[in-house]
C-alpha cells in the first residue's frame, strides 16, 4: 500500500465521471470510506463538480498515480461519458487497474465490462474491498471475487452473488475527501438552510413499472440502528457544521417504530436538527407526524406518479388516491410542509389521463409539486413496454434523465412531453397568486422563466377556463421561455464540459436509445438473467 503522507501517489482513485454536475451521492463517499478504513489511501474525484472536462480529469487522476481506479456511473446518462473515460485511462494508464459500477452497470454489465477490468455489481463496498485483495498482486487472469462481472474471451463472466452488506458494519460516508464547496442542497422549504444527505437504510420493497430498485435491493429493505444513525448526525454536525439533512430512504417511514424510536431519541438528545424525508401514501399516522415534527422534521415528500387510477395500477404503484389525500391532509394537520411527485408520458398515458392528473392535483392541493417524464430506464418494466407500445427516441444514454423525453408512448404520439411536463407544472402554480408567490420564493429562476405561462393560466382561472384545451395549441408556447432563450445563447445556467466535444461517446459504434424493436430486444434480453438471478426466492413477477 501507498502511504498517504508520503508523496502524491496513492492505491485507489474514484472518480465521478463528466457531465451534467451532481449534487451530494452517497456512492463514492461511502466507497471511499470503506477503503480508508481497511487502511489504503485513496482520493476521490468529481468531474461534475470541479467542471473537469474528460482529458482534464484523466490529467487530475494520473497525477495520482494510482494501482486501481474506480469509476462509478451515478445515473443511466453518464453510461457514454464513463466508457469514454475508461478507455482513455486505459491509454494513459495501462498498469492500472480499472474498475467500474453503479445502477447502471449492474443492470448492462456486458455494455461496460470491455472497457475494464471488472465491474461491480450492486453495493459496492464489500465486494470493492475484495477486489483490492484480490488485485493486490497484480491483474489476474481470472476473478474470484463474488458480487462481480467481467469480460474474457468476448463473453461477459459473471462470479457467485454476493449477499448484501449489513449496513451497521459499514463506516459513515468519507464527506471529507469530495470537494464540498462545490455542494449546495437545501431543505425544500427552506432555501437558505444548508443541508447534507443522510441514508438510514437502503432498498424497497415495492415493484414499481418506472423503477429498477427493486431489482438492486432483491425487495428487501436493511436499516441501520438508530444508534449509529444519531452517532453519524451527531458527526456531521461537529465535523461538517450542518444542522439540515435530507434522509435518502427510499420509504422513510416504511418502519414505524424504527421512525418514533429515531424521532425520540433526537428530541432526547437534543439535537436541534431540520430535515426533510419522502415515503408513500398510507404510510403515516397523525402520533408519527406530530413526534417526527418535534424531532425537526420541515416537510415530507410523496410520489403520487398519477391522478389516474387506472395508471396506478398500470405502473404498479400499489396505492390508491384516497389515500394520497388523507396522507396529505395528514401532513397538513401536522404543520409540514408536503410535496407531491408526478409523472407524464405512462406507457398508458393519453391527454385525458394526463388532465385527469392535473385536475387531481388541484384537488389534493400539496405546497409544493414536480412533474416529471417517465423515462425508460434499463432494468425497469415501463422499457419493456416501450419497446412494445412506444418509441425510444434517444440515440445515446447521455440524453437518458435530461430534459427532454426519451421515449413518447402509443397515447402521445404527436404531442411534446416536454411542453406537457411544463404546461402541467405551470398549470398547477398559476391558478391562484398564493401558489404563484409560493412558486416564486421556492423558484424564482423558473418562476421568471415561466411568468407568461403562469399569468396565462391565472387569467384562465379566473374566467373559467383552468385547464389546457388542446396540449398541442400554440398559445402554450408561451409556458416555457426556456427554449427561446437557449436558442438566444443568453440561459444564466452554468454551461458543463461535455464529453461528446471530443466525439467520444455520442457516436460509439452503435446507437443506446434508438434503433429497431429487434435490436433493443437483443439488449434488454440480457437483463432478464438479471432479473431472475435477483428476485427474491419464491416471488412470482407479475404482468399486466
Keep these: 500500500m501507498n502511504v498517504e503522507t508520503g508523496g502524491s501517489a496513492v492505491d485507489v482513485v474514484l472518480v465521478y465521471p463528466p457531465g451534467r454536475r451532481l449534487d451530494y451521492q452517497l456512492s463514492l463517499p461511502s466507497l471511499a470510506a470503506v477503503v480508508r478504513e481497511a487502511g489504503y489511501s485513496v482520493k476521490i474525484i468529481d468531474a461534475t463538480a470541479e467542471d473537469l472536462d474528460l482529458l482534464a480529469c484523466c490529467e487530475r487522476v494520473q ?52 472497457h475494464c477490468d471488472a465491474v461491480v455489481l450492486g453495493d459496492g463496498e464489500e465486494t470493492l474491498l475484495d477486489l483490492l485483495n484480490e488485485v493486490d498482486g497484480g491483474r489476474p487472469s481470472e476473478f474470484s471475487t463474488k458480487g462481480i462481472a467481467y469480460w474474457k474471451d468476448g463473453r461477459i463472466v459473471r462470479t457467485e452473488q454476493r449477499p448484501l452488506p449489513d449496513l451497521n458494519v459499514l463506516p459513515p460516508p468519507a464527506w471529507d475527501l469530495v470537494p464540498l464547496q462545490y455542494y449546495h442542497m437545501t431543505l425544500p422549504f427552506d432555501a437558505k438552510r444548508r443541508a447534507m444527505p443522510i441514508a438510514g437504510s437502503r432498498g424497497c420493497p415495492y415493484s414499481c413499472t418506472y423503477c429498477c430498485n427493486w431489482i438492486l435491493s432483491r425487495k428487501r429493505v436493511r436499516f441501520k440502528d438508530v444508534d449509529k444513525l444519531i452517532d453519524e448526525i451527531r458527526s456531521y454536525k461537529t465535523r461538517y457544521g450542518v444542522d439540515a439533512f435530507l434522509f435518502r430512504d427510499e420509504v422513510f417511514t416504511l418502519k414505524r417504530s424504527r421512525v418514533m424510536e429515531l424521532c425520540e431519541r433526537i428530541i432526547k438528545e437534543d439535537l436541534n436538527i431540520r430535515w426533510w424525508c419522502q415515503t408513500r401514501a398510507g404510510l403515516v399516522d397523525d402520533e408519527m407526524l406530530n413526534v417526527m415534527k418535534r424531532a425537526g ?28 389525500k388523507d396522507t396529505l391532509e395528514r401532513i397538513r394537520k401536522a404543520g409540514l410542509g408536503s410535496y407531491a411527485g408526478f409523472m407524464v408520458g405512462h406507457d398508458r398515458d393519453t391527454p385525458e ?9 388541484d384537488e389534493l392541493d400539496p405546497d409544493y409539486l414536480s412533474y416529471s417524464i417517465a423515462t425508460p430506464y434499463p432494468g425497469t418494466e415501463l422499457r419493456e413496454r ?15 434523465g435530461q430534459a427532454g423525453a426519451t421515449y413518447v408512448p402509443a397515447g402521445l404520439k404527436g404531442y411534446d412531453l416536454r411542453r406537457i411536463q411544463v404546461l402541467a407544472t405551470v398549470n398547477f402554480f398559476g391558478q391562484s397568486l398564493r401558489r404563484i408567490s409560493r412558486y416564486a420564493r421556492r423558484y424564482p429562476l423558473h ?15 379566473k374566467i373559467g377556463k ?27 445556467r452554468r454551461k458543463h464540459p461535455r464529453v461528446d466535444r471530443e466525439q467520444a461517446a455520442a457516436e460509439r459504434s452503435a446507437p443506446q436509445g434508438g434503433g429497431s424493436l429487434k435490436q433493443h430486444r437483443a439488449k434488454d434480453a440480457r437483463l432478464g438473467e438479471l432479473r431472475q438471478h435477483d428476485r427474491p426466492r419464491g416471488s412470482v413477477r407479475r404482468r399486466v
Design 466 to 492: 383552468p385547464y389546457p384545451v388542446d396540449f398541442n395549441s400554440r398559445w402554450y408556447a408561451v409556458a416555457d421561455l426556456l427554449p427561446i432563450i437557449r436558442s438566444l445563447k443568453v440561459n444564466g
Design 353 to 361: 389521463t394526463i388532465l385527469e392528473t392535473m385536475k387531481r392535483a
Design 297 to 324: 422534521c420541515t416537510s415530507i415528500s410523496i410520489g403520487v406518479e398519477s391522478g389516474s387510477e387506472e395508471i396506478l395500477r398500470s405502473i404498479k404503484k400499489a396505492i390508491k388516491l384516497d389515500a394520497v
Design 386 to 400: 416501450a419497446l412494445e407500445t412506444g418509441e425510444i427516441t434517444a440515440r445515446t444514454w447521455a440524453e437518458y
Design 447 to 461: 418562476a421568471l422563466i415561466h411568468a407568461p405561462g403562469l399569468a396565462l393560466m391565472y387569467v384562465r382561472s
Design 63 to 114: 497525477a495520482h498515480g494510482p494501482r486501481i481506479i474506480g469509476v462509478s456511473i451515478p445515473f443511466t446518462n453518464f453510461a457514454d461519458s464513463a466508457v469514454a473515460l475508461l478507455e482513455q485511462l486505459r491509454k494513459d494508464q495501462p498498469d492500472a487497474i480499472l474498475l467500474c459500477g453503479g445502477v447502471h452497470v449492474t443492470l448492462l454489465p456486458e455494455e461496460i465490462a470491455p
